[in-house]
């Protein structure tokens, strides 16, 4: 049996849940079609002393939530059109209802970890793009 994705105009779908040293991580889907989209599946390092890095995955374009320390910080991977084996990863601190920005990491597919210029940084690894189902 196979499953198929819920309806775009059922939002909310939580990806990915995992309380582990502190740290929430979800994922869920934005306003585009997921048939046009990519998975990207990262890893990230929080900024912990001693967590371990927490893996998760979400569509192109749309973003990872982590969530430490009373902050909520985004990740949202958007794939380079001109080199498909780097992925621009940008940090978003988020609020009740704000985004702000707080930088961009270039991470290559399968490469080692990247050590986002953010305040707080973060170490980011993509494992790996595979199209959407």
């Known amino acids: 049996m196979r499953c198929r994705p819920l309806p775009m105009r059922i939002l909310i779908v939580l990806i990915g849940l995992c309380l582990t040293?502190?740290?929430?991580?979800?994922?869920a889907p934005g306003q585009t079609s997921q048939s046009e989209k990519r998975i990207v599946f990262l890893e990230i390092a929080v900024p912990i002393e001693g967590a371990k890095p927490v893996q998760v995955s979400t569509y192109e374009a749309d973003h990872a939530t982590i969530a430490f320390d009373g902050r909520k910080c985004g990740f949202e991977p958007s794939v380079r059109d001109d080199d498909r084996s780097m992925v621009v990863v940008t940090v978003l601190e988020l609020?009740?209802?704000?985004?702000d920005l707080l930088g961009q990491s270039e991470v290559q597919v399968g490469g080692a970890s990247v050590r986002?210029?953010?305040t707080p940084s973060f170490g980011i690894r993509v494992l790996r793009v595979s199209k959407a189902a």
Request: charge should be neutral.
């Open 95 to 99: 609020g009740d209802s704000r985004r």
């Open 116 to 118: 986002s210029e953010t």
């Open 21 to 27: 040293n502190g740290v929430v991580i979800a994922a």
